[in-house]
Protein backbone atom coordinates (compact mmCIF):
# COMPACT_ATOMS: atom_id res chain seq x y z
CA UNK A 1 0.00 0.00 0.00
CA UNK A 2 1.38 3.34 -0.25
CA UNK A 3 1.89 5.88 2.41
CA UNK A 4 1.90 9.65 2.19
CA UNK A 5 4.93 10.13 4.27
CA UNK A 6 8.06 7.86 5.88
CA UNK A 7 9.89 7.71 9.34
CA UNK A 8 13.02 6.40 10.15
CA UNK A 9 14.34 5.44 13.49
CA UNK A 10 11.39 3.55 16.05
CA UNK A 11 13.00 4.76 19.40
CA UNK A 12 11.31 7.04 21.85
CA UNK A 13 10.50 9.72 20.00
CA UNK A 14 10.34 7.93 16.19
CA UNK A 15 7.22 5.55 17.65
CA UNK A 16 5.16 7.88 19.32
CA UNK A 17 5.44 10.45 16.23
CA UNK A 18 4.17 7.79 14.21
CA UNK A 19 1.30 6.49 16.30
CA UNK A 20 0.85 10.60 16.37
CA UNK A 21 0.51 10.02 12.52
CA UNK A 22 -1.83 7.19 12.35
CA UNK A 23 -3.78 8.55 14.76
CA UNK A 24 -4.62 11.36 12.85
CA UNK A 25 -5.38 9.34 9.86
CA UNK A 26 -2.29 9.61 7.59
CA UNK A 27 -0.76 5.73 6.79
CA UNK A 28 2.55 6.00 7.58
CA UNK A 29 5.40 3.92 6.26
CA UNK A 30 8.03 3.06 9.14
CA UNK A 31 11.38 1.21 9.30
CA UNK A 32 13.83 1.14 12.16
CA UNK A 33 17.79 -0.42 11.25
CA UNK A 34 17.12 -2.87 13.46
CA UNK A 35 14.45 -4.82 12.30
CA UNK A 36 13.26 -6.52 15.35
CA UNK A 37 11.93 -3.00 16.70
CA UNK A 38 10.12 -2.42 13.88
CA UNK A 39 8.07 -6.03 14.69
CA UNK A 40 7.59 -5.27 17.97
CA UNK A 41 6.31 -2.01 17.27
CA UNK A 42 3.87 -2.81 14.69
CA UNK A 43 2.86 -5.95 17.08
CA UNK A 44 2.20 -3.24 19.92
CA UNK A 45 0.45 -0.39 18.27
CA UNK A 46 -3.24 -2.27 18.64
CA UNK A 47 -5.63 -0.72 16.30
CA UNK A 48 -3.36 1.48 14.62
CA UNK A 49 -1.06 -1.07 13.37
CA UNK A 50 -3.78 -0.62 9.87
CA UNK A 51 -2.32 2.39 9.10
CA UNK A 52 1.39 1.73 9.49
CA UNK A 53 3.14 0.21 7.01
CA UNK A 54 6.34 -1.66 8.27
CA UNK A 55 9.53 -1.66 5.83
CA UNK A 56 12.48 -4.30 6.33
CA UNK A 57 14.99 -2.08 4.10
CA UNK A 58 15.20 1.84 3.00
CA UNK A 59 14.19 0.48 -0.19
CA UNK A 60 11.10 -1.08 0.65
CA UNK A 61 10.60 1.99 3.23
CA UNK A 62 10.68 4.15 -0.24
CA UNK A 63 8.91 2.25 -2.42
CA UNK A 64 5.93 2.51 -0.23
CA UNK A 65 5.82 6.21 -0.76
CA UNK A 66 3.48 8.17 -3.07
CA UNK A 67 5.27 10.90 -4.41
CA UNK A 68 6.53 13.53 -4.12
CA UNK A 69 7.68 10.96 -1.36
CA UNK A 70 8.42 12.39 2.36
CA UNK A 71 10.94 10.72 5.14
CA UNK A 72 11.02 11.78 8.26
CA UNK A 73 14.38 10.67 10.22
CA UNK A 74 14.44 10.40 13.78
CA UNK A 75 17.18 9.26 14.96
CA UNK A 76 20.59 9.78 17.33
CA UNK A 77 21.68 13.44 16.30
CA UNK A 78 25.45 13.58 14.20
CA UNK A 79 26.68 10.61 12.14
CA UNK A 80 23.21 8.98 12.61
CA UNK A 81 21.44 11.29 10.75
CA UNK A 82 23.87 11.38 7.69
CA UNK A 83 24.30 7.59 7.48
CA UNK A 84 20.31 7.11 7.05
CA UNK A 85 20.48 10.47 4.71
CA UNK A 86 23.49 8.42 2.49
CA UNK A 87 20.81 5.24 2.90
CA UNK A 88 17.82 6.91 1.45
CA UNK A 89 19.39 9.89 -1.08
CA UNK A 90 20.31 6.79 -4.32
CA UNK A 91 16.76 6.15 -3.63
CA UNK A 92 14.87 9.36 -4.03
CA UNK A 93 13.53 11.68 -7.38
CA UNK A 94 14.10 15.10 -7.57
CA UNK A 95 10.66 16.79 -5.76
CA UNK A 96 11.52 14.17 -2.91
CA UNK A 97 11.86 15.12 0.64
CA UNK A 98 13.68 14.10 3.55
CA UNK A 99 13.08 15.59 6.78
CA UNK A 100 15.27 15.41 9.97
CA UNK A 101 12.98 15.96 13.01
CA UNK A 102 15.67 15.32 15.57
CA UNK A 103 17.59 17.69 17.72
CA UNK A 104 20.24 18.95 14.77
CA UNK A 105 22.82 21.42 15.41
CA UNK A 106 21.29 23.70 12.81
CA UNK A 107 25.02 24.07 10.52
CA UNK A 108 24.61 20.57 10.36
CA UNK A 109 20.94 21.32 8.71
CA UNK A 110 22.21 23.97 6.44
CA UNK A 111 25.07 22.04 5.37
CA UNK A 112 22.80 19.00 4.42
CA UNK A 113 20.14 21.20 2.83
CA UNK A 114 22.70 22.18 0.62
CA UNK A 115 24.04 19.22 -0.33
CA UNK A 116 20.32 17.76 -0.99
CA UNK A 117 19.21 21.14 -3.05
CA UNK A 118 22.11 20.32 -5.25
CA UNK A 119 20.56 16.61 -5.96
CA UNK A 120 17.15 18.23 -6.53
CA UNK A 121 16.18 17.13 -3.22
CA UNK A 122 14.64 18.90 -0.26
CA UNK A 123 16.23 18.88 3.02
CA UNK A 124 13.69 20.37 5.90
CA UNK A 125 14.81 20.46 9.88
CA UNK A 126 12.33 20.16 11.72
CA UNK A 127 12.35 20.57 16.00
CA UNK A 128 9.88 18.96 17.89
CA UNK A 129 9.04 19.52 21.35
CA UNK A 130 7.57 17.80 24.00
CA UNK A 131 8.92 14.62 24.55
CA UNK A 132 7.89 11.11 24.57
CA UNK A 133 4.39 12.91 25.74
CA UNK A 134 4.34 15.46 22.97
CA UNK A 135 5.30 13.20 20.61
CA UNK A 136 2.18 11.02 20.80
CA UNK A 137 -0.29 13.56 21.87
CA UNK A 138 0.61 16.86 19.34
CA UNK A 139 4.34 18.56 19.63
CA UNK A 140 5.57 22.15 19.21
CA UNK A 141 6.76 21.76 15.89
CA UNK A 142 9.55 24.44 14.63
CA UNK A 143 10.09 24.34 10.71
CA UNK A 144 13.22 25.40 8.53
CA UNK A 145 13.84 24.31 4.71
CA UNK A 146 12.03 24.89 1.21
CA UNK A 147 8.49 25.95 1.53
CA UNK A 148 7.43 24.41 -1.47
CA UNK A 149 8.05 20.90 -0.09
CA UNK A 150 6.83 21.92 3.10
CA UNK A 151 3.84 23.33 1.71
CA UNK A 152 3.33 19.37 0.43
CA UNK A 153 3.75 18.05 4.23
CA UNK A 154 2.11 20.62 5.89
CA UNK A 155 -1.31 19.22 6.65
CA UNK A 156 0.14 16.28 8.32
CA UNK A 157 2.42 18.25 10.71
CA UNK A 158 -0.43 20.67 11.77
CA UNK A 159 -2.64 18.01 12.13
CA UNK A 160 -0.34 16.11 14.68
CA UNK A 161 1.14 19.36 16.69
CA UNK A 162 -0.43 20.52 19.89
CA UNK A 163 -3.38 22.54 19.55
CA UNK A 164 -4.12 26.28 21.38
CA UNK A 165 -7.33 27.33 20.93
CA UNK A 166 -7.45 24.89 18.06
CA UNK A 167 -4.78 26.75 16.16
CA UNK A 168 -1.59 24.19 15.77
CA UNK A 169 1.78 24.83 17.76
CA UNK A 170 3.58 24.35 13.67
CA UNK A 171 4.86 26.96 12.17
CA UNK A 172 7.50 27.14 9.28
CA UNK A 173 10.62 29.90 10.18
CA UNK A 174 12.89 30.23 6.67
CA UNK A 175 14.99 28.46 5.30
CA UNK A 176 17.87 25.91 5.67
CA UNK A 177 18.37 25.98 9.78
CA UNK A 178 15.89 28.56 10.67
CA UNK A 179 13.84 25.53 12.65
CA UNK A 180 16.16 24.11 14.11
CA UNK A 181 17.48 26.92 15.86
CA UNK A 182 14.51 27.66 16.66
CA UNK A 183 13.84 24.12 18.51
CA UNK A 184 17.95 25.37 19.79
CA UNK A 185 17.19 28.50 21.64
CA UNK A 186 14.00 26.90 22.73
CA UNK A 187 15.81 24.39 24.49
CA UNK A 188 18.09 27.03 25.52
CA UNK A 189 15.51 28.89 27.27
CA UNK A 190 14.34 25.52 28.79
CA UNK A 191 17.38 25.30 30.91
CA UNK A 192 17.21 28.41 32.10
CA UNK A 193 13.24 27.79 33.18
CA UNK A 194 14.97 24.30 34.91
CA UNK A 195 17.78 25.64 36.50
CA UNK A 196 15.75 28.72 37.73
CA UNK A 197 12.78 26.52 39.64
CA UNK A 198 15.70 24.96 40.46
CA UNK A 199 17.47 27.88 42.50
CA UNK A 200 14.16 28.45 44.11
CA UNK A 201 14.41 25.25 45.16
CA UNK A 202 17.65 25.36 46.55
CA UNK A 203 16.61 28.30 48.75
CA UNK A 204 13.98 27.03 50.50
CA UNK A 205 15.54 23.30 50.88
CA UNK A 206 18.96 24.79 52.00
CA UNK A 207 18.01 28.46 53.62
CA UNK A 208 14.79 27.74 54.70
CA UNK A 209 14.88 23.74 55.63
CA UNK A 210 11.80 23.22 53.76
CA UNK A 211 10.93 19.88 52.91
CA UNK A 212 10.55 18.68 49.40
CA UNK A 213 6.81 18.04 49.44
CA UNK A 214 5.95 21.28 51.21
CA UNK A 215 8.24 23.19 48.18
CA UNK A 216 5.62 21.05 45.97
CA UNK A 217 2.82 22.33 47.75
CA UNK A 218 3.65 25.54 47.41
CA UNK A 219 5.25 25.04 43.42
CA UNK A 220 1.58 23.91 42.83
CA UNK A 221 -0.16 27.08 44.18
CA UNK A 222 2.10 28.95 41.67
CA UNK A 223 1.11 26.73 38.79
CA UNK A 224 -2.37 28.10 39.53
CA UNK A 225 -0.72 32.03 39.10
CA UNK A 226 1.35 33.67 36.46
CA UNK A 227 3.90 31.45 36.57
CA UNK A 228 1.84 28.51 35.37
CA UNK A 229 3.57 26.20 32.93
CA UNK A 230 4.78 23.05 32.39
CA UNK A 231 7.33 23.00 34.32
CA UNK A 232 6.43 24.19 37.52
CA UNK A 233 3.57 21.93 37.40
CA UNK A 234 5.92 18.67 36.89
CA UNK A 235 8.47 20.26 39.04
CA UNK A 236 5.62 20.40 41.97
CA UNK A 237 5.02 16.64 41.36
CA UNK A 238 8.25 15.23 40.92
CA UNK A 239 8.57 17.14 45.05
CA UNK A 240 5.55 15.34 45.71
CA UNK A 241 7.09 11.77 44.87
CA UNK A 242 8.50 9.34 47.19
CA UNK A 243 10.72 6.85 46.35
CA UNK A 244 9.14 3.06 46.60
CA UNK A 245 12.39 1.44 47.61
CA UNK A 246 13.02 3.92 50.62
CA UNK A 247 9.90 5.88 50.92
CA UNK A 248 11.71 8.99 50.97
CA UNK A 249 11.26 11.48 49.06
CA UNK A 250 12.29 11.04 45.26
CA UNK A 251 14.51 14.32 45.27
CA UNK A 252 16.86 12.54 48.08
CA UNK A 253 17.58 9.54 46.17
CA UNK A 254 18.21 11.48 43.25
CA UNK A 255 22.38 12.32 42.62
CA UNK A 256 22.53 15.73 41.79
CA UNK A 257 24.40 15.34 38.74
CA UNK A 258 22.69 16.97 35.50
CA UNK A 259 23.06 15.28 32.46
CA UNK A 260 23.01 17.83 29.02
CA UNK A 261 22.82 16.01 25.09
CA UNK A 262 24.29 19.76 24.30
CA UNK A 263 21.25 21.70 23.15
CA UNK A 264 21.84 24.36 25.71
CA UNK A 265 25.25 24.58 24.99
CA UNK A 266 24.89 25.05 21.74
CA UNK A 267 22.45 28.06 22.32
CA UNK A 268 25.38 29.52 24.34
CA UNK A 269 28.16 29.07 21.43
CA UNK A 270 25.89 30.39 18.65
CA UNK A 271 24.57 33.30 20.95
CA UNK A 272 28.57 34.24 21.40
CA UNK A 273 29.36 33.79 17.62
CA UNK A 274 26.68 36.14 17.30
CA UNK A 275 27.75 38.93 19.34
CA UNK A 276 25.12 38.54 21.99
CA UNK A 277 25.76 36.82 25.76
CA UNK A 278 22.23 35.38 27.42
CA UNK A 279 23.62 35.12 30.57
CA UNK A 280 20.89 33.65 32.52
CA UNK A 281 21.05 30.37 29.66
CA UNK A 282 25.04 30.02 30.17
CA UNK A 283 24.79 30.36 33.80
CA UNK A 284 22.18 27.51 33.35
CA UNK A 285 24.52 25.50 31.00
CA UNK A 286 27.49 26.60 33.26
CA UNK A 287 25.15 25.14 36.31
CA UNK A 288 24.47 21.32 34.65
CA UNK A 289 28.01 20.97 34.05
CA UNK A 290 29.59 22.55 37.07
CA UNK A 291 27.10 19.36 39.00
CA UNK A 292 28.79 17.12 37.12
CA UNK A 293 31.75 17.84 39.34
CA UNK A 294 30.47 16.28 41.95
CA UNK A 295 33.60 14.43 43.83
CA UNK A 296 34.85 18.18 43.63
CA UNK A 297 32.07 19.66 45.11
CA UNK A 298 32.31 17.23 47.88
CA UNK A 299 35.92 17.96 48.22
CA UNK A 300 35.07 21.68 48.32
CA UNK A 301 33.11 21.03 51.17
CA UNK A 302 35.36 19.40 53.41
CA UNK A 303 37.48 22.41 52.72
CA UNK A 304 35.09 25.59 52.92
CA UNK A 305 32.14 23.88 53.84
CA UNK A 306 31.10 26.02 56.62
CA UNK A 307 32.22 29.61 56.38
CA UNK A 308 29.71 31.30 58.95
CA UNK A 309 28.22 33.03 56.69
CA UNK A 310 25.74 35.86 57.92
CA UNK A 311 22.45 35.63 56.00
CA UNK A 312 19.69 38.72 55.11
CA UNK A 313 16.08 37.56 55.85
CA UNK A 314 15.14 34.62 53.81
CA UNK A 315 12.73 36.40 50.92
CA UNK A 316 9.28 35.66 51.18
CA UNK A 317 7.19 33.06 49.37
CA UNK A 318 5.64 36.17 47.08
CA UNK A 319 9.25 37.52 46.41
CA UNK A 320 10.08 34.08 45.66
CA UNK A 321 7.84 34.10 42.81
CA UNK A 322 8.05 37.55 41.66
CA UNK A 323 11.82 36.62 41.42
CA UNK A 324 11.07 34.04 39.39
CA UNK A 325 8.82 35.87 37.42
CA UNK A 326 10.54 37.96 36.44
CA UNK A 327 14.00 36.32 35.83
CA UNK A 328 12.38 34.12 33.65
CA UNK A 329 11.25 36.93 31.36
CA UNK A 330 14.65 38.40 31.67
CA UNK A 331 15.70 34.81 30.24
CA UNK A 332 12.86 34.80 27.88
CA UNK A 333 14.06 38.82 26.40
CA UNK A 334 17.83 37.00 25.86
CA UNK A 335 16.63 33.94 24.07
CA UNK A 336 14.49 36.20 21.34
CA UNK A 337 17.43 38.51 20.85
CA UNK A 338 19.40 35.56 19.85
CA UNK A 339 16.49 34.66 17.05
CA UNK A 340 16.56 38.18 16.12
CA UNK A 341 20.36 38.04 16.10
CA UNK A 342 20.40 35.01 13.99
CA UNK A 343 17.96 35.94 11.86
CA UNK A 344 19.65 38.97 10.35
CA UNK A 345 22.50 37.05 10.54
CA UNK A 346 20.75 34.24 8.38
CA UNK A 347 18.68 36.13 6.44
CA UNK A 348 15.70 34.26 7.85
CA UNK A 349 13.04 36.92 8.46
CA UNK A 350 12.27 34.60 11.56
CA UNK A 351 9.17 35.75 12.96
CA UNK A 352 9.99 36.06 17.06
CA UNK A 353 6.11 36.01 17.98
CA UNK A 354 5.38 33.12 15.97
CA UNK A 355 7.87 31.56 18.23
CA UNK A 356 5.98 32.59 21.21
CA UNK A 357 3.09 31.52 19.77
CA UNK A 358 3.92 27.62 18.55
CA UNK A 359 5.52 27.38 21.99
CA UNK A 360 2.39 28.06 23.80
CA UNK A 361 1.25 24.21 24.06
CA UNK A 362 2.96 20.69 23.45
CA UNK A 363 6.55 21.54 24.00
CA UNK A 364 8.57 21.58 27.65
CA UNK A 365 8.60 25.45 28.48
CA UNK A 366 5.13 25.83 27.47
CA UNK A 367 3.43 28.56 29.79
CA UNK A 368 0.65 30.68 30.81
CA UNK A 369 3.61 33.77 29.85
CA UNK A 370 3.83 32.61 25.97
CA UNK A 371 0.71 34.08 24.48
CA UNK A 372 1.19 37.50 26.65
CA UNK A 373 4.94 37.11 25.10
CA UNK A 374 3.39 36.37 21.49
CA UNK A 375 1.43 39.59 21.52
CA UNK A 376 3.95 42.26 23.73
CA UNK A 377 6.34 40.75 20.14
CA UNK A 378 3.23 41.43 17.84
CA UNK A 379 2.89 45.10 19.72
CA UNK A 380 6.87 45.71 19.05
CA UNK A 381 9.57 45.57 21.21
CA UNK A 382 11.33 48.99 22.62
CA UNK A 383 14.99 48.15 21.52
CA UNK A 384 14.26 44.35 20.92
CA UNK A 385 13.77 44.18 24.60
CA UNK A 386 11.02 41.97 25.65
CA UNK A 387 11.57 43.08 29.23
CA UNK A 388 10.80 46.88 28.27
CA UNK A 389 7.42 45.91 26.76
CA UNK A 390 4.63 48.24 28.49
CA UNK A 391 3.28 44.76 28.81
CA UNK A 392 5.88 43.58 31.20
CA UNK A 393 7.63 46.31 32.23
CA UNK A 394 5.33 47.03 35.23
CA UNK A 395 5.92 43.43 35.80
CA UNK A 396 9.75 43.62 35.60
CA UNK A 397 9.35 46.94 37.76
CA UNK A 398 7.95 45.08 40.69
CA UNK A 399 10.18 41.62 40.23
CA UNK A 400 13.15 43.59 39.77
CA UNK A 401 13.15 43.96 43.61
CA UNK A 402 11.96 40.93 45.06
CA UNK A 403 14.66 39.12 42.36
CA UNK A 404 17.34 41.71 43.97
CA UNK A 405 16.59 40.92 47.69
CA UNK A 406 16.43 36.85 46.14
CA UNK A 407 20.08 37.40 45.43
CA UNK A 408 20.76 39.43 48.01
CA UNK A 409 19.70 37.10 50.49
CA UNK A 410 21.57 33.77 48.14
CA UNK A 411 25.16 35.70 48.09
CA UNK A 412 24.53 36.09 51.76
CA UNK A 413 23.67 32.50 52.54
CA UNK A 414 26.32 31.24 50.62
CA UNK A 415 23.33 29.54 48.25
CA UNK A 416 24.16 30.00 44.48
CA UNK A 417 21.74 31.25 42.27
CA UNK A 418 23.82 31.37 39.27
CA UNK A 419 21.00 31.81 36.65
CA UNK A 420 19.27 34.60 38.60
CA UNK A 421 22.32 36.46 39.52
CA UNK A 422 22.91 36.54 35.97
CA UNK A 423 19.34 37.49 34.96
CA UNK A 424 19.59 40.49 37.95
CA UNK A 425 22.96 41.37 36.14
CA UNK A 426 21.51 41.30 33.00
CA UNK A 427 18.88 43.46 33.78
CA UNK A 428 20.67 46.10 35.96
CA UNK A 429 22.84 46.86 32.83
CA UNK A 430 20.23 47.01 30.58
CA UNK A 431 19.15 49.69 32.60
CA UNK A 432 22.35 51.43 33.27
CA UNK A 433 22.35 54.56 31.53
CA UNK A 434 26.34 55.20 32.13
CA UNK A 435 28.37 51.97 32.33
CA UNK A 436 31.88 51.07 33.19
CA UNK A 437 33.20 50.51 29.51
CA UNK A 438 34.34 54.43 29.39
CA UNK A 439 36.79 52.46 31.89
CA UNK A 440 37.77 49.45 29.51
CA UNK A 441 37.72 51.65 26.20
CA UNK A 442 40.71 53.56 27.97
CA UNK A 443 42.47 50.70 29.12
CA UNK A 444 42.64 49.39 25.55
CA UNK A 445 43.63 52.27 24.39
CA UNK A 446 46.55 52.76 26.64
CA UNK A 447 48.05 49.08 25.99
CA UNK A 448 46.77 48.51 22.41
CA UNK A 449 46.05 52.21 20.73
CA UNK A 450 42.63 50.97 20.04
CA UNK A 451 41.25 54.78 20.48
CA UNK A 452 37.68 55.62 21.76
CA UNK A 453 34.70 57.73 20.89
CA UNK A 454 34.24 61.03 23.31
CA UNK A 455 30.41 62.02 24.68
CA UNK A 456 30.93 65.15 23.34
CA UNK A 457 31.60 63.71 19.97
CA UNK A 458 34.51 66.29 19.94
CA UNK A 459 38.22 64.72 18.71
CA UNK A 460 40.31 62.65 20.62
CA UNK A 461 40.71 59.57 19.52
CA UNK A 462 43.65 58.79 21.31
CA UNK A 463 44.09 59.19 25.22
CA UNK A 464 47.27 61.15 26.58
CA UNK A 465 48.63 58.37 27.80
CA UNK A 466 52.42 58.14 27.15
CA UNK A 467 54.53 58.87 30.22
CA UNK A 468 51.24 59.30 32.31
CA UNK A 469 51.33 59.17 36.14
CA UNK A 470 48.05 60.64 37.20
CA UNK A 471 48.85 59.42 41.08
CA UNK A 472 51.80 60.19 43.23
P1 LIG B 1 16.37 6.87 20.95
O1 LIG B 1 17.70 6.65 21.55
O2 LIG B 1 15.15 6.42 21.67
O3 LIG B 1 16.33 6.22 19.48
C1 LIG B 1 17.39 6.34 18.62
C2 LIG B 1 16.99 5.78 17.26
O4 LIG B 1 18.07 6.07 16.38
C3 LIG B 1 16.76 4.28 17.22
O5 LIG B 1 15.66 4.02 16.41
C4 LIG B 1 18.07 3.78 16.56
O6 LIG B 1 17.90 2.59 15.82
C5 LIG B 1 18.34 4.91 15.63
N1 LIG B 1 19.72 4.95 15.16
C6 LIG B 1 20.84 5.23 15.87
N2 LIG B 1 21.91 5.20 15.06
C7 LIG B 1 21.47 4.91 13.82
C8 LIG B 1 22.10 4.75 12.56
N3 LIG B 1 23.42 4.92 12.42
N4 LIG B 1 21.33 4.44 11.50
C9 LIG B 1 20.00 4.29 11.62
N5 LIG B 1 19.34 4.44 12.79
C10 LIG B 1 20.07 4.75 13.88
O7 LIG B 1 16.30 8.43 20.60
P2 LIG B 1 15.12 9.50 20.83
O8 LIG B 1 13.87 9.03 20.17
O9 LIG B 1 15.08 9.91 22.25
O10 LIG B 1 15.72 10.75 20.03
C11 LIG B 1 15.70 10.86 18.61
C12 LIG B 1 15.96 12.30 18.26
O11 LIG B 1 14.94 13.12 18.80
C13 LIG B 1 17.28 12.87 18.80
O12 LIG B 1 17.79 13.80 17.88
C14 LIG B 1 16.83 13.59 20.04
O13 LIG B 1 17.75 14.59 20.42
C15 LIG B 1 15.51 14.14 19.59
N6 LIG B 1 14.57 14.51 20.65
C16 LIG B 1 14.37 13.68 21.74
C17 LIG B 1 13.48 14.05 22.73
C18 LIG B 1 13.21 13.16 23.89
O14 LIG B 1 12.51 13.60 24.80
N7 LIG B 1 13.69 11.93 23.92
C19 LIG B 1 12.72 15.31 22.65
C20 LIG B 1 12.93 16.06 21.44
C21 LIG B 1 13.85 15.67 20.50
P3 LIG B 1 18.28 1.14 16.48
O15 LIG B 1 17.04 0.64 17.14
O16 LIG B 1 18.65 0.32 15.29
O17 LIG B 1 19.41 1.36 17.42
Not at 54 to 74: D, Q, W
Not at 76 to 90: F, N, Y
Not at 324 to 347: C, H, N, R, T, V
Not at 401 to 409: G, I, K, Q, S
Request: hydrophobic share 45%.
Amino acid sequence: SQARIGLVGLGVMGANLSLNIAENGFPVAVFNRTGSVTDAFVASAGDLAERLVPAKSYEALVASLSRPRAVIIMVKAGGPVDAVIDALVPLMAPGDMIIDAGNADFHDTRRREAALRDKGLSFIGMGVSGGEEGARQGPSIMVGGNPESYAVIRDIIEAIAAKHEGVPCAAYFGPDGAGHFVKTVHNGIEYADMQMIAEVYGILRDGAGRAPAEIGTLFAAWNEGPLNSYLVDISSRVLGTLDPKTGQPIVDVIVDKAGQKGTGRWTAIEALRLGQSPSAIEAAVAARSWSAEKATRQAGKALFGDLGSEALPIPSEADLERALLAAKIIAYDQGFKILAAASAEYDWALDLASAAEVWREGCIIRSALLDDMASAIREGLPQGQLIFAPRFAGLIRDGATALRRTVAYAASAGVPVPAFANALAYFDTMRQGRGTSDLIQAQRDFFGAHGFERTDGGEGQHGPWAGSVAHS
